[in-house]
Every structure is written in structure tokens, then in C-alpha cells.
């Protein structure tokens, strides 16, 4: 998964960029007809097993989910920034160590 888990991070994960059935930052993120948002790898088996929504609210199939690429693209520039700033800090606790 990618770097702002919801296990992982200091702050609570907005639940917007939150896959449901894994708790962790959507990754892939691709969207039903009803308009929920999950992790490729959690909706694409699921859909594929069960045939309707995760959140149960209507039968779906793996050619109707789209990918969100907007989403995709913010949570993709706040990995980014997340990992810059952990350098930052790393680099700054092996300064003090000194």
C-alpha cells in the first residue's frame, strides 16, 4: 500500500481517500455505479466473487467500475509529498544524532 496507511500515519486518514473493506489510502482507486470509491484490489475480486457493491447497495459488475484517475493523481502527488517530508525529517533526526 501506499505511504499514508491509515495504521501508519499520525493523523487520521480523511475518510474520502479511505478504501472501506482495507482501511488503508485507496490505491488504484476505481469507482462503482453507485458511486463508491475502493482499491483496485479490493473491488476487482469482490466484484468478480459477489457481484454487487462492497457497501451492499446494488449489483455491479467488473465492466461497469471506472477508474478515478483525478483521485488517482491526488493521492499519487500526497504520496510524494509524504515521502519528502519523511526524508526531511530523517535527514533532520541524523543531524541532531551528531
Not at 39 to 61: F, T
Amino acid at each position: 500500500m501506499g505511504l499514508l496507511d491509515a495504521d501508519r500515519s499520525a493523523e487520521p486518514l480523511e475518510p474520502s481517500l479511505q478504501c472501506q473493506p482495507c482501511g488503508q489510502m485507496l490505491d488504484e482507486p476505481l469507482s462503482t455505479p453507485c458511486g463508491h470509491v475502493f482499491c483496485a484490489n479490493c473491488l476487482l475480486p469482490w466484484a468478480a466473487r459477489r457481484r454487487h457493491c462492497p457497501l451492499r447497495c446494488q449489483l455491479i459488475s467488473r465492466q461497469e467500475v471506472r477508474r478515478v484517475l483525478p483521485l488517482r493523481s491526488l493521492v499519487s502527488r500526497l504520496e510524494m509529498k509524504i515521502s519528502h517530508l519523511v526524508r526531511i525529517a530523517s535527514f533532520s533526526l541524523s543531524l541532531k544524532k551528531k
